[in-house]
């Protein structure tokens, strides 16, 4: 129906005969008043009304979207939807504005437009942030909650989707281009050229998968994969590289990093998992225990760390084999990310599967790191936008005594707060970002080991109080699965992965400063 006016409307506001308002739409509730979760009788007293400061008060507006093709009427003419602000995909080539958050802060300064200006950001980031979002939405986003809640893990259609789409490649960034250009198959966001794809490119790519808000099906898309595959690209033989490579860039095949056990965490050197060589030496035979493995459970490939065969440590290739067994752990978040106990049991691995020198493993992993905690960074940073986004909106539509929540002058006081944190984080992200743009890849593992140690510092010390303050300004809500405060729930229970994966805030701190004394001069004084 169109055209109804809230006479109209009036006329039914009986149990039976039940029709409301919400954002100038009309719904029959007639049916659903008797299943409704609430309950009736926080209903009833807007039979014939207009319900929706109640309903914004108690609900997301996505709730809308899931009940509109059964119970919408229609529209009330002359009206137009103020807050049910569904973020569609944009059209084909046609960036939408409504695609866009516009609350205060939730997207970086350099997406919100109103005069905000970049000095690292074109219009092939923005174009490729916008195609990026699409491929999302399309894939990922209409059965995440689900995947979350159940734990399933992510399909191999939606692998390859996301590898022939280019996210899984745009995840991997610079270092993986050059085979990008050679496999047809693979077309990046936007149309963007390998030749184009720069760090700002990947950081996007990671903060789009930051601030989808389901953290155990945000992982299971790839946190294995963004760490276990650029050793292949740095360290591998080019045949091992073409072989194996392409067929994880395609989605075809899943990769994980394999370093972390139940005695070693932060301290890789400690690790006990070892490796000999066989008789005839073709062969690596490999025993140990390796935990906390994400995407461990479904993955093809473990990139593993052992020791030996001599003196040091060696890091290889290890496919899913007889021998390999992985099972699941339970975790403070979704099962959906895949996370592993992997174990080893005399593994046949070839040799030529050897990343690096043999002995010598342990510089390759600390290579890697670098690589780690910046994408660690950028999607906290993204988590955290998402709930200072979810704290403005609830302070500006949540009443108490009487007055919205953002009238409290302490409420303010907590997103000034958070606001601060998430924006100098942000600011540190980008500078480091150009650097990397700036420096080669040694250059890189020369000079920003350490910064990049405090930045991720910095970022999981923000997100811990960003965390608190939400709670705080939730409440109760803050510790519900479901509703509003879903995202906060969801954030608190797990932002500690951050603190600790990829090394914890406390060897950060360490390695930070002490890679800064290198440069502290000697002659210096007060």
């Known amino acids: 129906m169109s055209g109804l006016h809230m006479d109209d409307v009036a006329k039914h506001n009986t149990p039976d005969d039940f029709w409301l308002v919400i954002d100038g739409e009309?719904?029959?509730?007639s049916k659903f008043l008797k299943v409704h979760p609430?309950?009736?009788?926080?209903?009833?007293?807007?039979?014939?009304k207009d319900a929706t400061e109640t309903f914004f008060s108690l609900h997301k507006a996505n709730v809308l979207d899931?009940?509109?093709p059964k119970l919408s009427k229609g529209r009330i003419a002359g009206s137009e939807s103020k807050y049910s602000q569904k973020q569609a995909p944009p059209q084909a080539d046609m960036p939408s504005l409504e695609y866009k958050s516009e609350v205060p802060f939730a997207e970086p300064a350099w997406i919100r437009g109103g005069g905000w200006r970049s000095p690292y950001h074109n219009d092939t980031h923005r174009a490729f942030r916008d195609s990026l979002r699409a491929l999302l939405h399309t894939h990922i986003v209409p059965t995440m909650a689900e995947d979350e809640e159940s734990g399933s893990h992510p399909t191999k259609e939606t692998y390859q989707a996301m590898g022939l789409g280019g996210l899984l490649s745009s995840r991997i960034g610079v270092s993986c281009m050059p085979v990008v250009a050679e496999i047809p198959e693979i077309k990046l966001p936007s149309g963007l050229s390998p030749k184009q794809f720069d760090f700002f490119h990947e950081q996007i790519a990671h903060e789009e998968m930051g601030a989808l808000g389901?953290?155990?099906?945000?992982?299971?898309?790839?946190?294995?994969?963004?760490?276990g595959l650029p050793p292949m690209l740095h360290f591998s033989t080019p045949a091992l590289r073409d072989k194996v490579v392409p067929e994880i860039l395609?989605?075809?095949?899943?990769?994980?990093?394999?370093?972390?056990?139940?005695?070693?965490?932060?301290?890789?050197?400690?690790?006990?998992?070892?490796?000999?060589?066989?008789?005839?030496?073709?062969?690596?035979?490999?025993?140990g225990v390796k935990k906390w493995i994400t995407n461990g459970v479904f993955a093809d490939y473990f990139v593993t760390a052992c020791q030996g065969p001599g003196k040091g440590m060696?890091?290889?290739?290890?496919?899913?084999?007889?021998?390999?067994?992985?099972?699941?752990i339970k975790t403070s978040y979704s099962p959906a990310a895949g996370t592993a106990l992997v174990t080893y049991d005399d593994v046949m691995v070839p040799v030529a599967n050897l990343l690096g020198k043999e002995n010598e493993g342990f510089k390759c992993v600390m290579a890697n790191f670098n690589h780690e905690r910046w994408f660690i960074c950028a999607q906290c940073i993204a988590g955290c936008r998402l709930i200072v986004k979810d704290c403005m909106t609830w302070g500006s539509q949540r009443k108490v005594f009487g007055k919205p929540l953002m009238n409290q002058p302490v409420i303010r006081n907590k997103l000034a707060r958070m606001v601060g944190v998430v924006e100098s984080s942000y600011s540190w992200l980008e500078s480091i970002t150009h650097q990397m743009n700036q420096m080669s890849y040694k250059e890189q593992n020369a000079?920003?080991?350490?910064?990049?140690a405090l930045l991720k510092l910095q970022v999981t010390r923000s997100a811990t109080m960003v965390s608190d303050e939400a709670c705080q300004i939730f409440g109760g809500r803050a510790i519900t699965k479901t509703g509003m405060g879903g995202n906060v729930e969801r954030f608190q229970r797990t932002f500690k992965f951050g603190s600790i994966l990829g090394g914890s805030e406390e060897i950060m701190a360490d390695l930070g400063i002490r890679q800064a004394m290198r440069d502290m001069p000697a002659h210096?004084?007060?």
Not at 26 to 29: I, R
Not at 38 to 48: D, N, S, T
Not at 447 to 452: E, Q, S
């Open 447 to 452: 000079r920003l080991g350490g910064p990049i």
């Open 524 to 526: 210096a004084r007060l």
């Open 314 to 328: 060696s890091l290889m290739l290890i496919e899913r084999s007889e021998g390999v067994g992985a099972k699941p």
């Open 66 to 68: 899931k009940y509109r």
């Open 214 to 227: 389901y953290p155990g099906v945000i992982d299971g898309l790839g946190a294995g994969f963004c760490i």
């Open 250 to 287: 395609k989605g075809e095949k899943r990769i994980c990093l394999a370093i972390s056990e139940p005695s070693a965490g932060s301290d890789v050197a400690g690790i006990q998992t070892y490796c000999t060589k066989s008789k005839d030496g073709s062969h690596y035979i490999v025993n």
């Open 26 to 29: 009309v719904w029959d509730m």
């Open 38 to 48: 609430g309950g009736k009788g926080i209903v009833l007293p807007y039979a014939g």
